[in-house]
């Protein structure tokens, strides 16, 4: 099987996400499809993978113009496709999910299906166990499961989008392991959607690289078994060249003197309905950056909400400047300097519906009778302050991304004592992400400390002072942060902490 | 249909929906035998014929208004108050707990008034509280918890005709009369309306969409009901202020319900709610948050509702035929809007986004 | 309080232990399972419907129209269209079949007035059923003047042929009519529909999370076309259970008064799953039936009789439906689940579940 793409355009109103791509995936490889966030690697995928059709241009498969309606026609076809979010059913058995979508009778033959699940999980080296809850699973597990049930399908061109982002290096050994496996030993098509340089080189034969929409040229990789750091690096900075136009490294933090301490946990016990934390505790001081690493769910989310009375505190003690705060209210927190930014920036943080103005008099305004246009002429200021693109009567929901993660920045207090962030960058292109971190940093220097989490191994070790890793609810601290590499922090989320 | 945001195809977006109810309701008339044009006619009489029956109109329209600007508080803070009808029914228990009370010398009949009124925002706010608590602390969806307390109060309005206020010689339908000085007092003989409570629900129709508008409060309201998490994490209070969406609520259905057994009735009736509350969650729907619709609104269902209380005695036809107009009129008016917004929708999506290319033509 | 010896004076509960499954007892058990039907299958309905993402908050408002729309069919057929008529002209049969099934065209056609403005116009569930609600209740009042308070036909009681013998099983379940037994099938047929067969797993999955149902191939908005529809008929199988079997005939206020509120509530305590929704309807069933037998007998504790106005026992039903919301809210049946072996945890899992399906009230578009 051979699958091309030909002259592949699609537009979102002004945004050309894919201008004019042509290229050619031949069976037995793994290609990488390199670029960064908003380059365009998604949407091709979905149009190659029928979950959206292409404004122009034919998908050839084995030289036949091929037509997806559906995500269903492509798998039929052979393509199928493993989300960055795996699609699957939280409420289903991992059987059901395996089951459902395939070609069975009305009464599924469930014995032979649990057979063949079990036996193809076993082939590539996976974990599978039939009635396990999906929900309960990890997002690798749940990769695996995908991967499993589109093979089952017929599938033999794979599909992975981000697939490395939320697991550990040892998941993502296994996973690399089958991949090759697949591709080498039976011949299926493998593209490996990732913005991360060392995937790709380590994974894949040849590597196509977007920008902006547009491909920018390919690169083959050398051999699995290439050691030698000189070689690595010059692929390396090839491909950096090719994705960025420049090379862009993080910023240069300045050495912050660390002073008192802002925030105090002592001997924490945190639960929620999947996991607890216990004896968890935390000095945090004026100018300093923590990151806490981990696997999604792993508890950092719940520790991060318990400190500024987000979820409750079970046992422990929560000391701010000495004022113990433990289960007060959000609003305690927020008053005293305290502020919490959530992952998700729509659903938690901003308010579809509100303008920019309306958002701004809620967390600036100090009287009961709001002064409308002068909230207006601020909103504007300081909309000018932090280069937002819009307007003061936009509503927020009328804003890109990268702007509605400005608006938060501007909605901060003008000093806040303790930023907790969660997965600052997340779905932020390159250069949205330094500029919120240069944001982040300036605060820093004027004596706030910051508390982030992040799944880009990269981030962590490059902004914070120390880290924190969280598996499974326990919590070890990185010893050296200057001397830690991403594959070692890459081991430790996979939670193998007695290692060094 | 080209252009649905012109303001003709607004205006057809708001009249074909009249059209369409009435026509409906006509297909039923005829449907029980009687003939339309004749129905409307004696609904047209039963509201305006004269002064006393315009006034039967507005003592619908000010419990009905009342009703619909605490409501218009209530959505805007995301709730929907289903427990309206007992937060009315239990202000008007409170207030003719008062009423069968007390029983002040005439100088000081106003205190008594002022008096009655206030613990019938008291018995609104306390029965609203507790939907409010139940959502709030507790998780127990205002809907199913609002839909308990209305039965609840429904209850216990029938526990106290046929117990504590069962009247001397009476039947189990009322309590006694209330006394003259427990009533609002009539404007004239000709226009038997409540004068103060005519001001109170002007004062309320005006004063609570500019508080909404203009303050912090109204802001926070707004932003809790829009997105709940985010507003906490912006700094609003939002379990207070959806608490006190559901205690203004609460008040302003309180008085509605005052005026009821003040008023309208002069005793005590299980029934005394009547279903204002539900049509005020209707009027609410129909003026698509926009308030100054509201007393508009809440004057023509009132004016259908007063009209066809004697359709029963004139025609021997169910007086249900009103909220078989209000309802059909409020759902063909939202299915309408659904429709516009659609094409609307569609109309902006297309010249943006070119669905599909046209498939080439096959060889035949 | 020791339960059963001290309510002496409730004909529900006997009075000593050995008489526990006497006669009377065992009758007064049919009873709570023939009138806990309705509510049975409506809820049933509604389950039906919510699975697959969509919310029917109509059911007050269609059960009334619906008992309306089926009593009157069933009647005219029987009785042709003279309201003073006391004579069949047709077997009573054919009345109560076509009763059931204009309540059925009836609920679908309700219901398919909320599947269009959800799907097609993306308008919110609970609006326009709430409207319909009110809508469906006038309407069935005034379409239904005529027919208040006169005889029609009701359905028969047919006790089932050698089930009906069996030891305590037979007076409860078997010697009842065809639609508890309908109750039944339907109970036990949504149960197995919806966790073991393939389009079952479509129904759920639509109801969780349609994109991924989309991605293998279902026709998302098609099937809940169909579920919604579905669920509404059974609705007005519910409605038609009012007022051919529960309280035959029509009256005002109707006899299910706030019965469209339970059962939209026992689908909540129900966790969606077939059999505790039963489980649900039949508590309160029972509990109306104490509640009536105290009207009835007065109430006897430890040998004193209890005075109080009996009136205020019509709020008990609603209590139980704040107190069972309350038990689902705080998480207190899933708490359940974690007391309970590990094997058995894993087959309790689905019953035991309290999540609402993840997709509903929601719209979905293919992008």
Known sequence: MEIELRNIHKRFGSVHANNDISVVFPAGRITGILGENGAGKSTLMKILSGFQPADRGDVLVDGLSAQFGSPEDAIQQGIGMLQQDPLDIGAFTTLENFVYGRPEKVLPDWHSARSDLEERSAQLGFDLEAE??????????????????????????????????GISAEQKQTLFAALQQLAHRDGVIILLVSHKLEDVITLCDRVVVLRAGQRIGEEDMPAPGETDPATLNIIKSRLVHLMFGQELGPHERQAVPLEKTVLQLENLYLRDRRLQIEGLNLSLRQGEVIGLAGLDNSGQGLAMRAICGLETVSSGRVLLEDEELTNRSYRHFLNRGVVFGAAGRLEEGLIAGLTLTEHMALVRSERAVLD????????????????????????????????????LMALLPARPRLLILEQPTRGLDVESARWIWQQLLERREGGTAILFSSVELDELVAYSDRILVFYAGRVHEVPDVAATTIDELGYLIGGEFRQE | MRNVSSGPARLAFVLLPVLLSLLLAALLVLAVGREPLEVLQKIWQGAFRNSRSFAGVLNFWIPLTLASVGLFVTFRAGLWNIGIEGQILAG?????????????????????????????????????????????????????????????????????ISGPWYPEGGSAQQSRPFLENALYPALSRDWPVGLLAIVMTAVAMVLVPLIMARTRWGLQLKATGSNPRSALLLGVPTTRVAMSAFLVCGALAGIAGSYRVMFTYGSFRPLVAGGIGFLGLLVVLLSTMKPLWIPLIAFVFSAILAGSTRLRVSLQLDSSLAGVLQGALVLVFILFQGLRQRLELRRNELPRMPHRPPAPPRAA | MNFPGCLTGLRLLPGRPDRLMNEEFLNTLGSVVANATPLVIASVGETITERAGVINLSLNGSLIVTAMAGFIAAR??????????????????????GGVLVAMLVGALVALIIALSSIELRLDQVTVGFILTLLMADLAQFLGQEYTRIPGPVVPKWPLPLLQDLPL??????????????????????????????????????????????????????????????????????????????????????????????????????????????????????????????????????????????????GLPWLMLIVTLLLVSSGAIERLLLLLPRPVQRRMRSVLRSDPPRAIGTTFEVD
């Open chain 3, 76 to 97: 005219v057929i029987s009785f042709g269209v003279d309201v003073d008529a006391i004579n069949m002209i047709a077997s009573p049969e054919a009345g109560l079949i």
């Open chain 2, 92 to 160: 008007a228990i409170f207030a003719s707990a008062g009423a069968l009370t007390f029983n002040f010398p005439p100088e000081l009949a106003p205190l008594q008034l002022l008096l009655q009124i206030l613990l019938g925002v008291l018995g609104g706010m306390l029965w609203a509280g507790i939907t409010g608590a139940l959502k709030i602390w507790l998780g127990v969806n205002e809907i199913f918890g609002g839909m308990a307390l209305n039965a609840l109060a429904g209850v216990w309005g029938i526990y106290l």
């Open chain 1, 132 to 165: 396990t809850p999906v929900e309960r699973m990890s997002i690798a597990l749940r990769q695996q499961l995908e991967i499993v049930r589109l093979l089952a399908l017929g599938v033999n061109a794979l599909i992975l989008d981000e697939p490395t982002t």
């Open chain 1, 372 to 407: 409308w246009p002068a909230l207006e002429s601020y909103t504007r200021e300081s909309l000018q302050h932090y280069d937002v693109r819009g307007q003061a009567g936009d509503r927020i929901e009328q804003l890109s991304g990268g702007n509605q993660q400005r608006v």
């Open chain 3, 169 to 314: 099983l037979g007076p409860v379940f078997f010697q009842q009519n065809v639609l508890v037994y309908f109750s039944y099938v339907v109970v036990i047929g949504l149960w197995f529909w919806l966790f073991r067969t393939r389009p079952g797993m479509a129904h759920r999955a639509i109801g969780e999370r349609p994109e991924a149902a989309y991605a293998r191939g279902t026709n998302v908005n098609r099937l809940r076309y169909i579920y919604v529809v579905l669920g509404g008929s059974m609705v007005g199988i519910a409605g038609a259970a009012y007022s051919l079997h529960f309280k035959p005939g029509l009256s005002n206020p109707p006899a299910m008064q706030g019965d469209g509120w339970i059962a939209l509530a026992i689908v909540i305590f129900g966790g969606w799953h077939p059999f505790r929704v039963v489980l649900g309807a039949w508590l309160f069933a029972a509990l109306r039936a104490v509640s009536s037998d105290i009207q009835k007998n007065g109430l006897v504790i430890l040998g004193r009789t209890l005075e109080f106005n009996f009136v205020l026992l019509n």
